[in-house]
C-alpha cells in the first residue's frame, strides 16, 4: 500500500478519503500506526529489503579468516548469522522505539554495515575463529567512542563534506568488488584448482545477477522491492537442480539458540581498535545522511537535532551491544530509506514489527543453517549486485561536488593512495603491524589524507555546487 495510490487530500484534511485509507498527514507522521493489516506486510517488506545485505558482512569475514563456506564446522559462521539478525533487529529496536538518548524515533532500519569489511578483513585473513576476539573486542570498543561522538555529531560534520564521504562510499564499493568476482568463480576453497572459474559455477552467479536486473526493472511493488533475495532463490534453485545444494547442516541445527557474551572470547587489538574507532566517524555521518534524507523526502521537514543525536547514538550503542555477542557493527540502512520513499508511509511503527521479525529469525539457527547451504557462487551473484551499487551510490553523492581543479586534485590523490595501498600492501612491510593493517584497508587511509588536504588546501569555502552549473 503506498498513500499515493489515492489522490492527495486537502492541506487541512484530518479524516482519510476512504474507509482504512490514511491522509497524506498522518502517512507523514512517525507515531502514527496504520493498523496491523498495513503494519505487518510492510514491515516484512522492509525485512526482505534489506536481508540480504545484512547477512552478506558476517558471511565475508568468516570466509576471509578460513571458516566460511566449504569449511569442515560451519557451527561459527551459523552463530555470526543468527547474531546478525538478531541485532540488527535489536538495534532497530532501540532507532524506532528509543532508549533515552539513543534512537531518533524514526522508522530507521540497521543492519550489519559494510563500511568497516575494508577494516576488519586484514584483521582476521587467515587467522580463523581465534581472530573474531580482536574484532568483536574492537567493535566493543568502536561502538562506545561512537556512541560518545552523537552528542557532538553538528561540530565535526563540516569536516565531512560530500567529496569525503562520497569518496569513503566509492572506496568501499570499489574495495570489495573483488570479493563478489572470487566468490561467482567459485571461492577461496576452489582457487588453484580446475573448479575455479568453471562455466557451471558463472551461470550459477550469472542466473543471479540477470534474476535480479529482471525483477528490479521490470517488477512491481515486493518482487522489485526484494529482488536481490528473490536472484539468489532464483540461483539457489537453479543449484539445487545441478546437485549442488545439501541440506545436511539444517538436520542437525537446533531450533532456538540464546546469544552467550563473548561468545568468540575478549582480545584487544590496537589495529582493530583504531580501524574502527575512525571508521565510526564515517557511520556516523552514514546515518545523518540517512536520517536526513528520511525527514526530507517523507515528512516533508528538515531533521531536528534530536534526531540526529539519536540516529548516530542508536548506532554506536547497537554496534557496542553486537560487538558483546559476536557480531558485527551496525549501521542504518540505507535501501529502506527507499523503500519509506516509496511506499510514502513513516511510521516508526512498521519498522519495529520488522524488526521483531528479524529477532525472530535471528533466534532460530535452522534459518542460519539454510543460508549456510547457499553456493558460495549464488552468494557471488548477489554480492556483484550489491557492491555494484555501493559505488553507484558513491557517484550519486559526489555529483553535487563542485569538482574544481583544488576539489580534484584532493580526491584523486586520496583515491590513488587508498587504492594503491590496499593493491600493494607489501609497500610498507616495513611499518609496525598496527600502521599496516590501518593503512592497507584502503578506506581509511584515503579518508583521513582527503579530510586532512580538505581542512588544510585554501578553497574550502567552494562546495557542494554542481559541476554542470
Known amino acids: 500500500m503506498t498513500v499515493t495510490d489515492f489522490p492527495a487530500p486537502d492541506a487541512g484534511a484530518t479524516q482519510p478519503l476512504h474507509a482504512g485509507v490514511m491522509t497524506a498527514a498522518q502517512a507523514r507522521d512517525p507515531d502514527y500506526f496504520p493498523g496491523l493489516a498495513v503494519a505487518i506486510p510492510l514491515g516484512i517488506q522492509h525485512v526482505l529489503a534489506m536481508f540480504v545485505s545484512n547477512l552478506t558482512p558476517a558471511i565475508i569475514v568468516a570466509g576471509a579468516a578460513g571458516f566460511g563456506f566449504g569449511s569442515p564446522d560451519p557451527s561459527a559462521l551459523i552463530y555470526m548469522i543468527q547474531m546478525s539478525m538478531l541485532f540488527a533487529g535489536v538495534a532497530t529496536l532501540i532507532q524506532t522505539i528509543g532508549v533515552g538518548p539513543a534512537g531518533a524515533r524514526l522508522p530507521i532500519v540497521q543492519g550489519t554495515s559494510f563500511a568497516f569489511l575494508p577494516v576488519m578483513i586484514p584483521i582476521v585473513a587467515g587467522q580463523g575463529v581465534a581472530a573474531m576476539a580482536q574484532l568483536t573486542t574492537a567493535a566493543v570498543a568502536g561502538g562506545l567512542f561512537h556512541t560518545c561522538v552523537s552528542f557532538f555529531i553538528g561540530r565535526i560534520r563540516f569536516a565531512l563534506p560530500p567529496m569525503i564521504t562520497g569518496l569513503v562510499v566509492l572506496m568501499i564499493g570499489l574495495s570489495l568488488m573483488r570479493v563478489g568476482v572470487q566468490y561467482a568463480a567459485g571461492g577461496v576453497p576452489a582457487q588453484g584448482t580446475p573448479a575455479y572459474g568453471a562455466g557451471a559455477s558463472w551461470l550459477l552467479a550469472g542466473i543471479v545477477v540477470f534474476t535480479t536486473l529482471g525483477l528490479s526493472f521490470y517488477g512491481r511493488g515486493i518482487w522489485s522491492t526484494a529482488s536481490v533475495l528473490l536472484g539468489l532463490i532464483a540461483g539457489y534453485a537453479a543449484a539445487a537442480l545441478m546437485g549442488r545444494v545439501s541440506l545436511d547442516s539444517v538436520g542437525t541445527a537446533g531450533w532456538f539458540m540464546v546469544p552467550s557474551p563473548f561468545h568468540f572470547g575478549f582480545s584487544v587489538s590496537a589495529s582493530a581498535v583504531l580501524g574502527f574507532v575512525l571508521m565510526g566517524f564515517i557511520s556516523a555521518i552514514e546515518s545523518i545522511g540517512g536520517v536526513s534524507a528520511i525527514c526530507g523526502s517523507s515528512a516533508g521537514r528538515p531533521a531536528t537535532d534530536r534526531e540526529l543525536i539519536g540516529a548516530t547514538c542508536a548506532d554506536g550503542v547497537g554496534t557496542a551491544i553486537a560487538g558483546v555477542f559476536g557480531a558485527m557493527p551496525n549501521t542504518s540502512f540505507s535501501q529502506n530509506v527507499g523503500l519509506i520513499a516509496i511506499t510514502g508511509i513513516m511510521s516508526r511503527h512498521i519498522v519495529t514489527i520488522g524488526a521483531i521479525f528479524l529477532i525472530l529469525c535471528g533466534l532460530a539457527p535452522k534459518i542460519g543453517a539454510l543460508i549456510t547451504t547457499i553456493p558460495i557462487e549464488v552468494l557471488g551473484g548477489g554480492v556483484i549486485v550489491m557492491f555494484g551499487m555501493v559505488a553507484s551510490a558513491a557517484l550519486s553523492m559526489l ?23 590496499e593493491l600493494e600492501p607489501e609497500a610498507i612491510s616495513h611499518l609496525p603491524e598496527t600502521l599496516r593493517i590501518v593503512l592497507t584497508s584502503g578506506v581509511l587511509p584515503a579518508a583521513v589524507l582527503a579530510v586532512v588536504l580538505n581542512l588544510l588546501v585554501p578553497g574550502r569555502a567552494v562546495e557542494a555546487v554542481p559541476a554542470t552549473a
Open 399 to 421: 555529483a553535487s561536488v563542485a569538482w574544481t581543479q583544488r576539489n580534484m586534485l584532493i580526491f584523486g590523490v586520496s583515491l590513488s593512495i587508498g587504492i594503491g595501498l
